[in-house]
């Protein structure tokens, strides 16, 4: 089992930054999926982005694709989300994710994300 603890939320205004930083312990070694959601009220979830260790892919939606940087420090157990220049449409909810990737193709699909930190909030005026 892995625990995940993220940190880093708050209010900023509009084109501004925040660095979203989530810290992992257990068995944080078979977890090769880390990635970062977040869900609106009303809306699905979306995957923000991701890193995949197996294969030293990276992933980001269309919607934070050059906004947001993925990154990690294995010393620290921790995963980060640098997010710049920020929007109002960024308001919401975000949660770290960590997973072991799919058996056969070594992907991180959605399913493969299986341990969850509580969330933390990012609100941008």
């Known amino acids: 089992h892995v625990q995940l603890v993220e940190s880093g939320g708050g209010s900023v205004q509009a084109g501004g930054s925040l660095r979203l930083s989530c810290v992992g312990s257990?068995?944080?070694?078979?977890?090769?999926?880390l990635g970062w959601f977040r869900r609106a009220p009303g809306k699905e979830r979306e995957r923000v982005a991701h890193?995949?260790?197996?294969?030293?892919?990276?992933y980001y939606s269309d919607s934070v694709k050059g906004r947001f940087t993925i990154s990690r420090d294995n010393a620290k157990n921790t995963l980060y989300l640098q997010m710049d220049n920020l929007k109002p449409e960024d308001t919401v909810m975000y949660y770290c994710?960590?997973?072991?990737?799919?058996?056969?193709?070594?992907?991180?699909?959605?399913?493969?994300?299986?341990?969850w930190g509580q969330g933390t909030r990012v609100t941008v005026s």
């Open positions: 994710a960590a997973g072991v990737p799919a058996f056969w193709t070594s992907q991180c699909l959605n399913e493969q994300f299986t341990n």
């Open positions: 257990g068995r944080t070694y078979i977890t090769q999926c």
């Open positions: 890193i995949n260790t197996a294969t030293g892919g990276t």
